[in-house]
């Protein structure tokens, strides 16, 4: 397990595996702690420098070997890129590239580094140790095995180092909320790596309730019986074909005072294995399709880390957990339900479900008044096709406060969104001849037909979707800290929008 401290010191003096220091581009004679461990290794940082074999290009790192001239026998110098523009996001992928190089090399299981950016950089002491907290933590980050012999953790131990004593306060506070947030990411990748067989509906809101008891959250999990008493039909719907119940999973976080606020509620599909139900997938790359419960994951691990970090708000998470199979109790194209709110669709593709599933949750959180409303879903392959696979997450908003806010909080977070249009003409393509709408619109409208169909069954409260289709599952490592497989996309973006908005 990966444990963090903090020491006050110089880092030249660090007793430990290897030390951390960092170089920007262009810099030829290094200051700073950099500089201190260059003197003491009678300048070997200054001839790698001169020798071309190292320029603090970002996403570059140089091992030197001290020899004895330093308690830590190895230094790893990380590139910072440019000084005018480095700022947090620069931080993150610094200490996850170092994390990522030191767990390579046998004998290093722990080491001590400089809070990047927390000096010369200039940049604020608890969001820099907060950021580098949590690239550390994801760059080393392993999905769950089921390998008869376990793969152990090759980094167990991190300490930041800070020279000047009345920043230790600041960089304590930012190294407990980076792991609180790096660990609600893992939680979310988790849950996402997980096999359909060991991660149905049941099973993640047991998995959600064993990670959230401490938090204070209120929890509660309605089953096939509560909803259909509630009238969410079109979320039963895409259940009819699984023998696994679907779950609508509530986590509510309302700290002393904040009550009867207004809260703002964030929603996120959960099908946990997605086959296309009849109208089946293609088998060959089907087995990502565990991956469809990404924005749930999300959501859940987001309350989890808004909980655990006590932002002074009210915070309601919803996700729909359902699996989409085919059998003969299934539903087909061509039928028509009726939802929580009386609204009707038909169903032109049973491999359109995940917006099933969200229409009902949207209509579900109206009974809270929501200051604002926001879901996340692995909602169309379109959306890779508009803006690429990896790229970033689509944005539809009906209220321009809330896609600011949103977009605001990507910037802070490194994971993108692109805004697009909710033109009313998209309506025109969801128009169904015997129910209000449908849920295909045929292939030239895929992305903005799928966020109008949900707006249709939003109940007059600020509304944002967020399309995370193209984030949720890399096909390989796109950074230091993201591995290929499952991403977590999602989590940091909703707890900064949560605490900025």
Not at 137 to 143: D, H, I, N, T, V
Not at 184 to 212: K, M, Q
Not at 285 to 295: A, I, Q
Not at 297 to 311: G, N, Q
């Amino acid at each position: 397990m990966l444990t963090f401290s903090i020491k006050q010191g110089n880092i030249a003096a660090a007793e430990t595996d290897c030390i951390v220091v960092n170089l920007f581009a262009g810099v030829t004679t290094p200051g700073g702690a950099t500089g201190a461990v260059d003197q003491a290794l009678d300048g070997a940082i200054r001839r790698l420098i001169a020798g071309g074999d190292f320029t603090g290009e970002a996403g570059t790192s140089a091992l030197l070997y001290t020899q004895g001239a330093l308690p830590a026998p190895r230094v790893l110098v990380v590139g910072l890129g440019p000084a005018a523009e480095f700022d947090l996001a620069g931080v993150r992928r610094a200490g996850a590239e170092a994390a990522k190089r030191l767990a390579g090399i046998k004998g290093v299981t722990r080491f001590a580094t400089i809070v990047h950016g927390a000096g010369i950089g200039g940049l604020d002491a608890a969001a820099a140790a907060r950021t580098l907290t949590e690239g550390v933590r994801l760059a080393l980050y392993q999905a769950p095995q089921y390998r008869r012999e376990e793969k152990a953790a090759s980094i167990t131990s991190c300490t930041l180092v800070e020279f000047s004593p009345e920043k230790l306060d600041a960089i304590e506070q930012g190294v407990v909320q980076g792991e609180i947030v790096a660990d609600a990411v893992c939680d979310a990748r988790d849950w996402v790596s997980e096999p359909g067989n060991v991660l149905y509906p049941a099973a993640f809101a047991r998995r959600v309730e064993a990670r959230i008891t401490d938090t204070g959250l209120k929890m509660t999990v309605l089953g096939e019986e509560e909803l259909r008493e509630l009238g969410m039909n079109i979320f039963l719907a895409v259940s009819a074909g699984s023998e696994r119940e679907a779950q609508l999973l509530v986590l509510e976080h309302a700290p002393a005072g904040t009550e009867d606020d207004a809260p703002l509620v964030l929603v996120g599909k959960g099908v946990t294995f997605d086959t296309g139900g009849i109208s089946l997938k293609p088998g060959a790359e089907m087995w990502r399709m565990k991956s469809d419960m990404g924005g749930a994951a999300a959501v859940m691990a987001a309350l989890e880390a808004v909980a655990r970090l006590d932002v002074p708000k009210r915070v309601i998470g919803v996700a729909p957990c359902v699996e989409n199979m085919p059998d003969g109790r299934a539903y087909r194209p061509g039928d028509i339900f009726t939802g929580i709110n009386g609204k009707t669709t038909e169903i032109i593709s049973t491999d359109a479900e995940g917006r099933l599933a969200l229409a009902d949750a949207l209509g579900y959180v109206a009974r809270y008044e929501p200051r604002a409303v926001v879901d996340l879903a692995t909602l169309t392959g379109a959306v890779s096709i508009a803006l690429g696979q990896g790229m970033a997450a689509g944005l539809f908003a009906n209220d321009d406060a809330l896609r600011d806010g949103l977009l605001a909080a990507a910037e802070q977070s490194s994971e993108r969104l692109w805004p697009l249009p909710l033109y009313d003409e998209y309506k025109e393509s969801i128009k169904s001849d015997m129910a209000e709408v449908k849920n295909g619109a045929g292939r030239f409208s895929g992305v903005g037909s799928s966020a109008k169909f949900l707006e249709h069954f939003t109940e007059g409260y600020p509304w944002a979707h967020l399309d995370i289709a193209g984030m949720a599952w890399a096909s390989s490592s796109p950074n230091p800290f993201t591995p290929a497989g499952a991403v977590g996309f999602g989590v940091r973006l909703l707890i900064d929008f949560v605490n900025a908005y």
